[in-house]
């Protein structure tokens, strides 16, 4: 049985993870004959927004690892004790969590070469992966991120938004306009990309796409 690592990024599209996509991602594992453990790190979330209103809640203060616990119903890890060793393969869910919490994308001048980064703990995670070859998944925003893992060149998706394609693309990342049901794969490093909630107006919009980087990224694994 493969065994995939899933990083959440805490609980909710606005400061956290994207949930339908985390329980998408989670299902269609399972689904495929697989386990999962899941892990985020130990860290305070950037802020808490209010999913009623979209505000920020400015007295109110969270961390990662316990929101994502909201999510994997208690059962989530901190990433520092992340053991590439015991995994297939590793997958990263959307939400502007991976933007906010795991890097910086969504807060930093992006043109600066020099403000845009991954949180450490994660990037260690990510390229304990990426360096022995072993395949990711990467969902919604977190593409964005790709360009920081792996060399100049990587092929993945956010979907068709074009300005913010541009943005990453300017880091290293070769950008491919892909639909909501759709995915990418770039072989050579075996990364698979899909644009989920960046333009799914359903969750079975976002499933389709979904369901198929799980399995890609399954089919992948040695």
Do not use: W
Not at 42 to 65: F, K, M, P
Not at 135 to 155: D, N, Q, R, S, V
């Amino acid at each position: 049985m493969k065994n995939i690592a899933v990083i959440l990024s805490g609980c909710g599209v606005y400061d956290g993870s994207e949930i339908q996509e985390a329980v998408l991602t989670l299902l269609a594992i399972d689904q495929q004959g697989a386990s999962y453990r899941c892990f985020a790190p130990n860290i305070a979330q950037h802020h808490v927004i209010n999913h009623l209103t979209g505000e920020v809640s400015a007295a109110e203060s969270r961390n990662v690892l316990v929101e994502a616990a909201r999510i994997g119903r208690g059962d989530v890890e901190d990433i520092v004790e992340l053991d590439e060793k015991e995994f297939d393969a590793i997958i990263f869910v959307g939400g502007f969590g991976a933007a906010k919490n795991l890097s910086n994308f969504a807060l930093c001048n992006i043109e600066d070469n020099d403000t845009f980064q991954v949180n450490e703990q994660v990037l260690t995670a990510a390229k304990s992966f990426a360096n022995v070859e072993k395949p990711a998944g990467f969902m919604c925003i977190a593409p964005a991120m790709l360009p920081l893992i792996y060399p100049e060149g990587i092929k993945g998706t956010i979907g068709k938004d074009n300005a913010t394609a541009n943005l990453i693309t300017a880091k290293g990342l070769t950008h491919i306009d892909c639909t909501v049901t759709d995915i990418v794969i770039d072989e050579t490093y075996k990364v698979v990309t899909t644009p989920a909630y960046m333009l799914a107006e359903s969750i079975s919009e976002a499933a389709v796409g979904i369901n198929k980087l799980v399995k890609y990224v399954i089919a992948l694994c040695k």
